[in-house]
């Protein structure tokens, strides 16, 4: 036993108390069927990893402009509701906590997916990279810059949205404000270039964040919504000229508003996805006094040593969970992991999905 917090002691998130401190890291893994559908085995996916304090679920659109991923589901149709109940049920019936992510992609969309139309975006700059669409590899295009009433048109999409997971049985939602798709190009100067109320300093640049967590907030419950944010990634074409300054703004602001939890993806120096500047989650914490998410290379030593400093509240681990269902038992028992295979992360079909094998002592 120890005095210290670890990553199996319970913590309160909202009204919910979750029996441990981990939580499954959002993931796409493009398995829902047409029309961007749950599917079966999207239940059994999720619920085979219903043990995590916290489960979050892969980024889900909000609406079909904010759609732009191959075999993503989405959360604005009824047929999608009411396939989602279903995986919130399989993760109900073994006593498990889920939230859906909220999902607009904006300028990494592509007209393949829209019907011809063009993505939407702050500004009419262009990522540099390709978009994956039914036809293969295309370039980004230049993004239509949303008019102001288009903004408030895509607020009140997430509203909606949140309204339908809550219909669907999750526990709430998580915004996806990270790793480049839409809140993150309004919040980051390299993709929002604005001169009205919605760019410039980064006070106009949390605007649309703040005006979609408050949407959401208010739609359900603050304490049902967590914010997803990742000061220095660059995933997606992101830059900011002084992301301490910008996230420290929006975390300030964030903090008023009673929120579930805040969740920051900042990997740590070896991961993949690391990045040499200076973190920022370190005053993101310090700024923020609700729960707080760690993300980005934890394995269990450094999980724990992170709650136990109070670097974090919470961790939340990605292809950790994705190639372990029983991630939890095997921290507990300090078992192996299976490698993850990373040539089935985003194929349709069951490898690599829900064939990783889980410990017999965790069966049935
Ligand atoms: C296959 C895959 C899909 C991902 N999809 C999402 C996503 O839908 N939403 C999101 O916020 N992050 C997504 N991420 C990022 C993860 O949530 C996480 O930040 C990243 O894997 C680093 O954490 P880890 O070192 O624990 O894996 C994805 C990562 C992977 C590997």
Same mark, same amino acid.
Request: hydrophobic residues 40%; aromatic residues 8%; proline residues 8%.
């Given at each position: 036993?120890?005095?210290? @917090?670890?990553?199996?002691?319970?913590?309160?998130?909202?009204?919910?108390?979750?029996?441990?401190?981990?939580?499954?890291? @959002?993931?796409?893994?493009?398995?829902?069927?047409?029309?961007?559908?749950?599917?079966?085995?999207?239940?059994?996916?999720?619920?085979?990893?219903? %043990?995590?304090?916290?489960?979050?679920?892969?980024?889900?659109?909000?609406?079909?402009?904010?759609?732009?991923?191959?075999?993503?589901?989405?959360?604005?149709?009824?047929?999608?509701?009411?396939?989602?109940?279903?995986?919130?049920?399989? #993760?109900?019936? !073994?006593?498990?906590?889920?939230?859906?992510?909220?999902?607009?992609?904006?300028?990494?969309?592509?007209?393949?997916?829209?019907?011809?139309?063009?993505?939407?975006?702050?500004?009419?700059?262009?990522? !540099?990279?390709?978009?994956?669409?039914?036809?293969?590899?295309?370039?980004? #295009?230049?993004?239509?810059?949303?008019?102001?009433?288009?903004?408030?048109?895509?607020?009140?999409?997430?509203?909606?949205?949140?309204?339908?997971?809550?219909?669907?049985?999750?526990?709430?939602?998580?915004?996806? &404000?990270?790793?480049? =798709?839409?809140?993150?190009?309004?919040?980051?100067?390299? &993709?929002?270039?604005?001169?009205?109320? =919605?760019?410039?300093?980064?006070? !106009?640049?949390?605007?649309?964040?703040?005006?979609?967590?408050?949407?959401?907030?208010?739609?359900?419950?603050?304490?049902? #919504?967590?914010?997803?944010?990742?000061?220095?990634?660059?995933?997606?074409?992101?830059?900011?000229?002084?992301?301490?300054?910008?996230?420290?703004?929006?975390?300030?602001?964030?903090?008023?508003?009673?929120?579930?939890?805040?969740? #920051?993806?900042?990997?740590?120096?070896?991961?993949?996805?690391?990045?040499?500047? @200076?973190?920022?989650? @370190?005053?993101?914490?310090?700024?923020?006094?609700?729960?707080?998410?760690?993300?980005?290379?934890?394995?269990?030593? !450094?999980?724990?040593?992170?709650?136990?400093?109070? %670097?974090?509240?919470?961790? &939340?681990?990605?292809?950790?969970?994705?190639?372990?269902?029983?991630?939890?038992?095997?921290?507990?028992?300090?078992?192996?992991?299976?490698?993850?295979?990373?040539?089935?992360? =985003?194929?349709?079909?069951?490898?690599? =999905?829900? %064939?990783?094998?889980?410990?017999?002592?965790?069966?049935?």
């Amino acid at each position: 036993m120890t005095n210290h @917090p670890h990553l199996f002691s319970p913590f309160r998130v909202g009204p919910l108390t979750l029996p441990n401190r981990f939580v499954m890291a @959002p993931m796409t893994r493009g398995r829902a069927g047409a029309d961007a559908v749950p599917t079966e085995a999207m239940a059994r996916y999720y619920g085979l990893r219903a %043990d995590a304090g916290l489960l979050i679920t892969e980024a889900t659109a909000i609406s079909p402009g904010g759609s732009g991923w191959l075999g993503a589901p989405g959360v604005y149709s009824e047929a999608q509701v009411g396939a989602w109940r279903k995986v919130t049920e399989a #993760v109900h019936r !073994k006593d498990g906590r889920i939230f859906l992510q909220l999902w607009h992609m904006g300028r990494v969309s592509h007209p393949d997916f829209l019907g011809g139309g063009l993505p939407v975006g702050p500004s009419a700059i262009a990522a !540099k990279g390709d978009a994956n669409t039914p036809r293969g590899k295309r370039s980004y #295009v230049t993004p239509h810059p949303l008019t102001v009433a288009e903004i408030r048109a895509i607020v009140d999409d997430y509203a909606t949205a949140a309204k339908n997971a809550r219909a669907a049985g999750f526990d709430g939602v998580e915004l996806h &404000a990270a790793n480049g =798709y839409l809140i993150d190009q309004f919040l980051r100067d390299g &993709a929002n270039r604005r001169t009205d109320d =919605y760019g410039g300093s980064p006070t !106009k640049r949390a605007r649309f964040l703040l005006e979609v967590t408050q949407a959401v907030a208010a739609a359900w419950s603050a304490d049902r #919504v967590g914010v997803r944010l990742s000061p220095t990634g660059n995933f997606n074409d992101m830059q900011d000229s002084d992301p301490s300054a910008t996230f420290h703004h929006a975390t300030r602001e964030l903090d008023r508003l009673g929120l579930a939890y805040l969740h #920051v993806t900042e990997p740590l120096p070896g991961h993949m996805m690391h990045v040499p500047l @200076p973190p920022v989650a @370190p005053a993101m914490r310090q700024a923020f006094h609700g729960p707080f998410v760690l993300n980005g290379g934890y394995d269990a030593a !450094k999980a724990d040593a992170a709650i136990a400093a109070g %670097d974090a509240d919470l961790i &939340a681990f990605g292809v950790p969970f994705l190639a372990n269902p029983d991630l939890v038992a095997r921290y507990r028992t300090g078992a192996e992991l299976n490698a993850p295979d990373f040539a089935t992360l =985003y194929t349709p079909g069951e490898k690599g =999905y829900l %064939d990783y094998p889980v410990l017999a002592a965790a069966k049935g």
